[in-house]
């Protein structure tokens, strides 16, 4: 699908969604895809409207580290970042900060499954799978959404 950061393609397995990717190649495939209702989703996402996805999802594959960090990160709520040091922590072990990073960067369901939300010490930009523009986009739509919100 055509997003504001890009071309996502999205994997299915009997209508539960299994891989986000970014950069994909124009063109959809059909078939369950067309009217899935992930394409509403993440285009309510897109636009401000959705804060919380609740197509069903399935995680695949991982070591069961990087699944204990893509179900910490799935917890962040939306417009607001956790530090890598800060999972790591979370999960019993402060020194493996780089090792959430790598497992971030291993995230099948990024966007849906927010491993934008975890940023480095201090807040600092760092890292995406994605590359940081989106990143960035992503991080400033949540915290645009989160303030009109709460100003509402």
Known sequence: MDSPIG????????GTVIGVRF????????GEHAAHPVLDELAGYFAGMLTDFVVPVE??????????????????PYGEMRTYG???????????????????NHNP?????PCHRVVGAGGKMVGFGGGLPRKRHLLELEARVALERAWS
């Open 7 to 14: 071309p996502l393609g999205i994997a299915l397995d009997a």
């Open 23 to 30: 950069g994909a190649p124009p063109g959809w495939a059909g």
């Open 59 to 76: 995680l695949r594959g991982g070591s069961e580290f990087e699944r204990a960090v893509w179900g910490e990160i799935a917890g962040i």
């Open 86 to 104: 800060a999972i790591a922590t979370a999960l019993g072990d402060p020194g493996a900060a780089r090792a959430v990073g790598t497992a971030c």
């Open 109 to 113: 369901v990024p966007v849906i499954v």
